[in-house]
């Protein structure tokens, strides 16, 4: 075909189109359809942008495009949609001259890449459509935008539409974001689309949140602020908490906020079965991503997980047949007096002591931490011991339990982690309290692990690290294989592989997967007390963990990662419709 200027290509005769009615041609490396209808030539991209369905072979009738594959219409002079989970189609200039018909193979392009993909997303979050969610993802990343733009928008999304405020999306989100860059690149991208797709099911159908204002006077005493903000949650009055929490932000410095929210989070035993603490501290992880410019809408959307939580010292497990919650309660009747005692020694960690937290006498339990709290020992150095204990439960929880019980050593270590990722930000006698609550609920756990599962010892393979992660990969795809995952995990490390490999090889796993709110947290804590462990047999525990809970709870069906799989291949321009699908 002749090029008559440098834009503009001769692409067939007005007459042949409009006797035909349609054609399609290829120019400028774009497949492009032509329709003459109502007395005027339009030119469209012939892939239809939900799924690729070949437009050329749609429906046209007065003005309206339909595609025959899932009934998206787009208006067919300027290529909007009808439809939101479609997106619009891009359309070419036309001109007909002397009877000729002539298209310009440039797309109209009303907005650059990376604004079309944050419109998309904020559309996909709207609409909860996981496709959309997927596509933005990906279109953002190849448009370059940093990842924390993305998250910087799924995180202003969830906290303003959702009346409830903070809960397992903006978890999955914060974790996600946690371990991106432990990930391959393309998983990195998975990983954004899990948090955000989560995000999206957890605001649908939800009233928006709508902010109380701070007070007008800011030169109140933190002290005080903090005092307001406890009392506040103490009677459950949401309204006054986040006006108090809102002056505080405005008016205090961020280590004074992030001591006042851990207080109140733990001013009662095991809020919501660990979840509210969790939920403070993936709140403010999240805000070292973003930054703390965002910490106003961001910690106010916790208001209501505290002042609406289960306090376990209500509950008759925490009472009966032993009061547990009275034994915690006499130990942080005088956490300041044990501090202060311990405030000129250092403690180093007995080595029974960790013996002394997986036993079922819970006094000595406490009293040994009590001891340890007089003696120097630090939040930290707590909470690392506790959250160690948490993941052996995990890595010997026995097989013959109910599956549901997965998700009450689950909830231990994930509130343990968060307890120790809290002590690494702040050194505050408070957290002593939530090392406390972890210790008994290791101690509650202990029938679980009744027979306990062995944590395979160190040992020799002569076997290659790649193969062993192979074998890993092979055997998530068959249920139940949860003692061989922690096998295969010890034989790795011993093995010499690297665990940045292993790691990534995990994380892959994971994501392919339907993977539900706990699986998704139970990889992040793993990887963040692996990180944090001073010892091999506690890096061990903390990944046999990992694999084994993975283990328990795959395969799934697999339909995000479908959807994730149909958005790439979209975007690669690769054919996603095959000849003959649309009519099965």
């Given at each position: 075909?002749?090029t008559?200027?440098?834009?503009f290509?001769?692409?067939?005769?007005?007459?042949?189109?409009?006797?035909?009615?349609?054609?399609?041609?290829?120019?400028?490396?774009?497949?492009?359809?032509?329709?003459?209808?109502?007395?005027?030539?339009?030119?469209?991209?012939?892939?239809?942008?939900?799924?690729?369905?070949?437009?050329?072979?749609?429906?046209?009738?007065?003005?309206?495009?339909?595609?025959?594959?899932h009934h998206?219409?787009f208006?067919l002079?300027?290529?909007d949609t009808?439809?939101?989970?479609?997106?619009?189609?891009?359309?070419?200039?036309?001109e007909?001259?002397?009877?000729?018909?002539?298209?310009?193979?440039?797309?109209?392009?009303?907005?650059?890449?990376a604004?079309?993909?944050?419109s998309?997303?904020?559309?996909?979050?709207?609409?909860?459509?996981?496709?959309?969610?997927a596509?933005?993802?990906?279109?953002?990343?190849?448009?370059?935008?940093?990842?924390?733009d993305?998250?910087?928008?799924?995180?202003?999304?969830?906290?303003?539409?959702?009346?409830?405020?903070w809960?397992?999306?903006?978890?999955?989100?914060?974790?996600?974001?946690?371990?991106?860059?432990?990930?391959?690149?393309?998983?990195?991208?998975?990983?954004?689309?899990t948090?955000?797709?989560?995000?999206a099911s957890d605001?649908?159908?939800?009233?928006?949140?709508?902010?109380?204002?701070?007070?007008?006077?800011?030169?109140?005493?933190p002290?005080?602020?903090?005092?307001?903000?406890?009392?506040?949650?103490?009677?459950?009055?949401?309204?006054?908490?986040?006006?108090?929490?809102r002056?505080?932000?405005a008016?205090?410095?961020?280590?004074?906020?992030?001591?006042m929210l851990?207080?109140?989070?733990?001013d009662?035993?095991?809020?919501?079965?660990?979840?509210?603490?969790?939920?403070?501290?993936?709140?403010?992880?999240?805000?070292?991503?973003?930054?703390?410019?965002h910490?106003?809408?961001?910690?106010?959307?916790?208001?209501?997980?505290?002042?609406?939580?289960?306090?376990?010292?209500?509950?008759?497990?925490?009472?009966?047949?032993?009061?547990?919650?009275?034994?915690?309660e006499?130990?942080?009747?005088e956490?300041?007096?044990?501090?202060?005692r311990?405030?000129?020694?250092?403690?180093?960690?007995?080595?029974?002591?960790?013996?002394?937290?997986?036993?079922?006498?819970?006094?000595?339990?406490?009293?040994?931490?009590?001891?340890?709290?007089?003696e120097?020992?630090t939040?930290?150095?707590?909470?690392?011991?506790?959250?160690?204990?948490?993941?052996?439960?995990?890595?010997?929880?026995g097989?013959?339990?109910?599956?549901?019980?997965?998700?009450?050593?689950?909830?231990?270590?994930?509130?343990?982690?968060?307890?120790?990722?809290?002590?690494?930000?702040?050194?505050?006698?408070?957290?002593?309290?939530?090392?406390l609550?972890?210790?008994?609920?290791?101690?509650?756990?202990?029938?679980?692990n009744?027979?306990?599962?062995?944590?395979p010892?160190?040992?020799?393979?002569?076997?290659?690290?790649?193969?062993?992660?192979?074998?890993?990969?092979?055997?998530?795809?068959t249920?139940?294989?949860?003692?061989?995952?922690?096998?295969?995990?010890a034989?790795?490390?011993?093995?010499?592989g690297d665990p940045?490999?292993?790691?990534?090889?995990?994380?892959?796993?994971?994501?392919?997967?339907?993977?539900?709110?706990?699986t998704?947290?139970?990889?992040?804590?793993?990887?963040?007390?692996?990180d944090?462990?001073?010892?091999?047999?506690?890096?061990?525990?903390?990944m046999?963990?990992?694999?084994?809970?993975?283990?328990?709870h795959?395969p799934?069906?697999?339909?995000?990662?479908q959807?994730?799989?149909?958005?790439?291949?979209?975007?690669?321009?690769?054919?996603?419709?095959?000849?003959?699908?649309?009519?099965?």
């Amino acid at each position: 075909m002749a090029t008559t200027d440098k834009e503009f290509v001769r692409v067939s005769t007005l007459a042949e189109l409009r006797d035909e009615g349609r054609t399609l041609v290829t120019e400028g490396g774009h497949a492009i359809a032509l329709f003459h209808h109502e007395g005027e030539v339009r030119a469209v991209d012939n892939r239809c942008p939900h799924m690729g369905f070949p437009l050329v072979e749609g429906t046209v009738d007065e003005g309206v495009l339909t595609c025959h594959w899932h009934h998206a219409r787009f208006e067919l002079g300027c290529g909007d949609t009808f439809d939101p989970w479609a997106d619009d189609v891009a359309t070419y200039p036309v001109e007909v001259r002397d009877g000729e018909v002539f298209v310009r193979p440039q797309p109209r392009r009303d907005a650059p890449p990376a604004e079309h993909w944050r419109s998309r997303l904020q559309t996909g979050l709207e609409e909860n459509l996981r496709l959309v969610v997927a596509k933005a993802v990906i279109g953002l990343d190849d448009a370059g935008v940093d990842r924390t733009d993305v998250l910087d928008r799924g995180v202003r999304f969830g906290t303003q539409y959702r009346e409830g405020g903070w809960s397992s999306g903006l978890t999955i989100l914060a974790a996600m974001a946690n371990v991106a860059l432990e990930l391959d690149p393309d998983d990195r991208k998975r990983a954004m689309y899990t948090g955000l797709r989560h995000v999206a099911s957890d605001c649908a159908g939800e009233p928006p949140r709508f902010a109380q204002p701070p007070f007008e006077r800011e030169d109140v005493d933190p002290d005080r602020l903090a005092s307001w903000f406890r009392e506040n949650v103490e009677v459950r009055d949401e309204d006054g908490a986040e006006r108090v929490l809102r002056t505080a932000v405005a008016a205090c410095d961020r280590d004074a906020v992030e001591r006042m929210l851990y207080a109140a989070a733990t001013d009662h035993r095991y809020l919501d079965t660990g979840h509210t603490f969790d939920f403070v501290n993936k709140a403010i992880e999240t805000l070292d991503h973003v930054g703390w410019d965002h910490a106003d809408d961001t910690l106010a959307s916790l208001i209501p997980s505290l002042t609406d939580a289960e306090r376990s010292e209500e509950l008759s497990s925490w009472r009966q047949p032993v009061d547990l919650a009275g034994l915690v309660e006499d130990v942080t009747a005088e956490l300041d007096d044990l501090a202060a005692r311990g405030a000129d020694d250092s403690w180093t960690e007995p080595d029974e002591f960790r013996d002394l937290l997986l036993s079922d006498d819970p006094h000595a339990i406490v009293d040994g931490i009590r001891d340890a709290i007089a003696e120097g020992a630090t939040p930290q150095q707590l909470a690392s011991a506790v959250a160690a204990a948490a993941a052996t439960r995990v890595a010997q929880f026995g097989t013959s339990n109910e599956f549901s019980d997965w998700n009450t050593v689950h909830h231990t270590f994930t509130y343990a982690n968060a307890v120790h990722q809290a002590t690494r930000r702040v050194d505050d006698p408070v957290l002593y309290r939530g090392v406390l609550d972890g210790a008994v609920n290791v101690y509650l756990d202990r029938f679980l692990n009744t027979p306990p599962a062995p944590v395979p010892g160190p040992g020799k393979t002569q076997r290659a690290p790649d193969a062993i992660l192979d074998d890993l990969d092979e055997m998530f795809d068959t249920e139940g294989r949860v003692n061989e995952a922690g096998r295969l995990v010890a034989g790795f490390l011993d093995s010499g592989g690297d665990p940045a490999d292993l790691k990534r090889r995990l994380g892959h796993a994971l994501l392919r997967e339907d993977a539900g709110f706990h699986t998704l947290q139970a990889l992040e804590a793993g990887f963040r007390q692996f990180d944090c462990a001073t010892d091999d047999h506690d890096r061990r525990v903390a990944m046999v963990a990992v694999a084994r809970y993975l283990a328990a709870h795959f395969p799934t069906r697999r339909e995000a990662e479908q959807t994730f799989t149909i958005a790439s291949r979209l975007l690669r321009g690769e054919a996603v419709h095959e000849e003959g699908e649309a009519d099965d």
